[in-house]
Each structure stands twice: as structure tokens, then as C-alpha cells.
């Protein structure tokens, strides 16, 4: 970088060249058009080279020069790692500035990167040149088969480097697949690799099992339908295994359960959608006893209809995931919980986590705090610094089945459940779901109903609006904390049937429902109004002020110009 007194004299320089060019202006011109001309090219490359200097200082100003090339590289690092091209990547790097360009070149660590899509022998030979004795990464294809071969070819004296292999899907819907066996990958010696990530297109047929050779250092196994041979599998330093909607094939437990006894440091498993046999658990022995994984703090379970996952449950131990940080303990079923799967979730549960339990769209409850509902952290880990209890169904769920999980919720003691939504998305035309009047005894400390389309509240929300006096003479309101009511997408709730409910619960009027019900004094104790509270916009305006006139805190929300009330009480359900 140049001083600054020199940058000073190069912009004095500069200036006084101009000053003078200005002040000569068209009162000096020579003679011969030619050499004026000549006299006038000779100022312009002055001018320019002075501007070039100018430049050059003003560029090492820049903060993209000032960074040390140090922090520079692990910039250029992430860019490769998230590349799907990376040789056109790299180009696009080198061509920023002369300082990039020679930074991009000297670092090996940019150049281990090895991908399929890149077929020029002669670039490969070159890469493989430039990343010295760093670890190698590849990136194999089956839209290829023949490309990934020869690339496997070129790099197989390298083997003891390699890092990393991942087996992208073909986006093409003929069938070409990479050789299952990959005979060329058992040859090779992977004593160092430690990530393994192997995907096939989702409109093919699972393909054979694949025969991982002896991998002492791997730590990250991730299968998208695709299928390992799990009694050759040896991976003593594994951390995570993830295997999502594959065909797992095994004929019973015992080879499950022998992978998780021979990794002990195991701290991340997810089995989703795996087909397990349908056939009963083996009787007890040594081979499918409880299995112990110490580090394990997440644990993600996804199983098919009829799949016997309580008996993998009680096959389970993980004792210590209720005292690591960031643990997510998440059960993805399709068939409602029955108590038997429920009382060996239990002891997975964190005591101070969240619940959030789902039924597809279907019915929805939460505790609080609310957690990150992890359904995406199979492949963002962000999502596992989060503490909590995920639950979720993919068929219809009957009312009964949610009250039994209601109940066993409410068992658990630390646990308060403080949203619920419920909808019914299978429902068939002129078909809608009664809410059983009995949900109101199990829930005391719910803050947030959600209603969808489908469901039909008339005797929910009668019973909502009526208390109950106690012993003490004092009245008693089911679900007294209830300050956010969202009923904007609910096709069953008619306008009568909410007045009432805002009449009998926040109104001041002495209401008895029933003569088996108590009758409300105006001096008696009401529960707190609504802070937020969404209303079909079916209703007709002036149910909606009274609905809002009683029930909603601060009163009726204003109304725009058009004639839309604002969206102050009408807030989205998360």
C-alpha cells in the first residue's frame, strides 16, 4: 500500500495537470492540425496514466483489500462448499481482482473439490495437481454413471485423502442409476473418510443394498432411498446417521440395534419413513436387548402404518438426552398414539422442553415454550439448538385418540399445553367434526384456539360460555387463561352461536344459560377479555361489534375507509 504522501503528491499532480490543460483551453493551438492533435493525445494519456494512479490508491482503500487473505480464504471456502459448479466458481473468484486471482490459486485447500459434472480429464488432472495433500471431496452422479467411473478412476491412488462422497440423483426420468455395488468404491481405502451422503430420484425403485467398506473415521452417514448393507456396516466414530424414506429392509431389530451398540458416540439418529418388517418382534435375547447410546441428543422417529416402533422405543435407552443442552426429541407417526408408544416416549421427553403435538393439519397442540417444530433439521442442524418434544400423525385422528394424548400431556406435570388448533382437512362434503365438550376439563392452561374449516363448535362453545360453582360458592370458567381466540378460516361457527359465547363469558348482563347453571352476577369475576380475536368475514357487521364490544380487550377494532375493518384483532395463527 502506498503512503499517504505519496497519494498526496500523485492527487496534486493530477490536479495541476488539469488546471493547466483547463486554463490553455483553444487560445494555444499549434500550427499543423496534425501535431495538435498528436499534443492533445499526449495530454489524454497523461491524463489517463494519472487516473490509473489515482485508481490503483483508491483501491487500496477498499475494504475488499483491506481483509487479511487469511480471513479471505475461509470466505472463498464457504462459496465452494455451497457451489454446485465449483470450477466455474473458482473462475468467477479469480477474475475480481489481481489479489484474488493469485490467492485463488495458491491456496490448495480451494482446489479439493472434485465434481462429476467437470469431465475434462486435463482440469481434473490439474485440480488433483493444485490440491497438494489436502483432504478430497467428491461429488459422484447417476446421471453419469460412466463420468463418475472415470473420475473414481483418476482419483483412486489417492484414496487415503479422500474426505468426503456424496451420490447425487439423476433429474432425469430415464432409469439410470449409478452401479449399486460401486465396485470401484470397494476396492478403495477409506481409513479417513468421514462423511458419506448417497440420494436416489424418488420415481425410481430403491436400489440394491450397497456394501460400505470398513470406515473407521466416518462420522456423518446421510441416505435419501437409498440402502446400505447394514451387516457389513462399520463405523465405530459415527455421529450421525440419517436415513430418510428408505427401504430398509431388515429382518428384524438386531441389526439396528447392532449399529447403535457399535457407535457409541452417536449423538444425532433419524429414521423417517423406514419400512421395518411388519412381522412380530423377535422374542427377547441377547441380540435385541435394550441398546444404551450415551451421547444421543436428537432423535427423530418416522414409521409407517402397523410399524412396531413401541417395541424400537423400549428397545431404546437414552437416559442422559434429558440432560444435554439443545436436545430435540421429535416422533413422527402415522397412526395415533396409543398408550403404550406414549408411555415409552415419556421418558425421552425433557422436563423442561416444550411439546407441540400433531395430527397433520388435523389437530395441533403446544406447550410453552413454544419450540421450533424440527421438521426441517434433518438437514439445517440449526434446528437442534432448540429444546423441545415434537409429535406428529399423518392420517385422520379421532377425537378420542386427542384426548387420550390431552390427558397423558397434562400427566407429565412440567408440561402446560398453551395453543390448540383444530381443523378437519379429510372431512367429505356436508361432513364436519364435533368437538367433545369433555377437551375443556384437560387443557386449564390453554392461551391460544385455533378453529379451522370443518369443525363444528355449537355445544363446544355453549359449555365454554357456562361456570361452574365450586364447593367454595366461587365460580370456576373452563379455560380461564383463553386470551387469543382465531376463528378467521373456521366454516362453522354462525354468528348467533358466537354472541352467545361473548354474552355468557365477557358479557355483563345477568345470563343463565340453564337452569342447571348458575346465573353470573354483574359483581361477580369474569375471565380476562381477548387480546386478539379473528372473525369469519362472513359475519354481518353489526355481530361482529357486539362479538368484538364484549369479548375483545380495548373494544371493537376501527374500520378503514373501504369498509374492511383493520387487521388489529385479526392477527395470523402461527
Not at 18 to 34: E, M, R
Not at 397 to 421: C, N, P, R, Y
Amino acid at each position: 500500500m502506498e503512503s499517504p504522501a505519496v497519494t498526496e503528491d500523485v492527487i496534486k499532480t493530477a490536479f495541476n495537470v488539469f488546471v493547466k490543460l483547463a486554463n490553455q483551453g483553444d487560445n494555444v493551438l499549434p500550427d499543423d492540425s496534425s501535431r495538435s492533435i498528436l499534443a492533445f493525445d499526449n495530454h489524454i494519456h497523461a491524463v489517463e496514466a494519472l487516473l490509473s494512479t489515482l485508481k490503483q490508491s483508491r483501491n487500496t482503500l477498499a475494504s475488499i483489500h483491506i481483509l487479511p487473505e487469511e480471513l479471505l480464504v475461509n470466505v472463498w471456502l464457504l462459496c465452494v462448499q455451497e457451489a454446485t459448479q465449483i470450477d466455474v466458481l473458482l473462475h468467477t473468484l479469480a477474475l475480481v481482482c489481481k489479489s484474488w486471482y493469485r490467492g485463488v490459486l495458491d491456496h490448495p485447500v480451494l482446489w479439493c473439490y472434485l465434481q462429476v459434472y467437470c469431465t475434462s480429464k486435463r482440469y481434473n488432472d490439474w485440480v488433483l495437481q493444485k490440491s497438494q495433500n489436502c483432504p478430497l471431496h467428491l461429488r459422484l452422479s447417476s446421471e453419469d454413471p460412466h463420468a463418475s467411473d472415470e473420475l473414481i478412476n483418476m482419483v483412486i491412488p489417492e484414496c487415503r485423502r479422500w474426505k468426503s462422497i456424496v451420490l447425487t440423483p439423476c433429474i432425469r426420468t430415464r432409469d439410470v442409476v449409478i452401479d449399486p455395488d460401486l465396485m470401484l468404491l470397494t476396492g478403495a481405502n477409506l481409513d479417513n473418510l468421514t462423511s458419506f451422503e448417497a440420494e436416489v430420484n424418488p420415481d425410481w425403485g430403491p436400489p440394491e443394498s450397497f456394501s460400505l467398506p470398513a470406515t473407521p473415521a466416518l462420522r456423518v452417514v446421510k441416505l435419501e432411498r437409498y440402502s446400505l448393507c447394514w451387516r457389513t456396516f462399520n463405523a465405530p466414530q459415527l455421529r450421525a446417521l440419517r436415513i430418510n424414506a428408505l427401504g430398509f429392509h431388515a429382518p428384524s431389530f438386531s441389526q439396528l440395534l447392532n449399529v447403535l451398540r457399535s457407535t457409541p458416540f452417536l449423538e444425532i439418529l433419524l429414521l423417517k419413513d423406514t419400512n421395518f418388517p411388519m412381522s412380530p418382534p423377535d422374542p427377547p435375547s441377547h441380540k435385541n436387548s435394550p441398546v444404551n447410546v450415551p451421547r444421543l441428543r436428537a432423535l427423530y422417529l418416522s414409521f409407517p402404518a402397523r410399524a412396531p416402533c413401541d417395541d424400537l422405543l423400549r428397545l431404546i435407552r437414552t437416559e442422559t438426552l434429558q440432560q444435554l443442552l439443545g436436545r430435540t426429541v421429535s416422533f413422527d407417526l402415522w397412526e395415533p398414539p396409543r398408550f403404550t408408544i406414549l408411555n415409552n416416549i415419556k421418558s425421552l421427553i425433557p422436563p423442561t422442553g416444550a411439546i407441540y403435538l400433531s395430527y397433520f393439519k388435523d389437530v395441533h397442540i403446544q406447550t410453552n415454550p413454544h419450540p421450533f417444530y424440527p421438521a426441517q433439521w434433518p438437514y439445517h442442524d440449526d434446528a437442534l439448538t432448540t429444546e423441545g418434544f415434537a409429535f406428529t400423525s399423518a392420517k385422520p385422528a379421532k377425537m378420542v385418540d386427542f384426548l387420550d394424548i390431552a390427558q397423558w400431556v397434562s400427566s407429565l406435570g412440567a408440561h402446560t399445553i398453551v395453543k390448540l388448533e383444530l381443523g378437519n382437512p379429510w372431512r367429505r362434503r356436508g361432513q364436519s367434526r364435533e368437538i367433545p365438550v369433555a377437551l375443556l376439563d384437560h387443557l386449564p392452561t390453554l392461551q391460544t384456539l385455533v378453529i379451522r374449516k370443518g369443525v363444528n363448535v355449537d355445544a363446544f362453545f355453549a359449555q365454554l360460555g357456562r361456570p361452574k360453582r365450586e364447593s367454595s360458592g366461587r365460580l370456576h370458567w373452563p379455560w380461564p387463561q383463553l386470551v387469543n381466540l382465531d376463528l378467521g378460516n373456521s366454516d362453522g361457527v354462525t354468528a348467533e352461536v358466537l354472541v352467545d359465547l361473548a354474552q355468557s363469558r365477557w358479557g355483563n348482563a345477568n345470563i343463565s344459560l340453564s337452569t342447571s347453571e348458575p346465573s353470573v352476577e354483574p359483581t361477580e369475576e369474569r375471565p380476562a377479555k381477548l387480546k386478539s380475536l379473528a372473525i369469519p368475514d362472513t359475519f354481518p357487521i353489526q355481530a361482529r361489534q357486539q362479538v368484538e364490544t364484549l369479548a375483545l380487550e380495548g373494544g371493537p377494532r376501527p374500520q378503514s375507509r373501504t369498509g374492511d375493518y383493520e387487521s388489529l384483532s385479526n392477527p395470523s395463527s402461527e
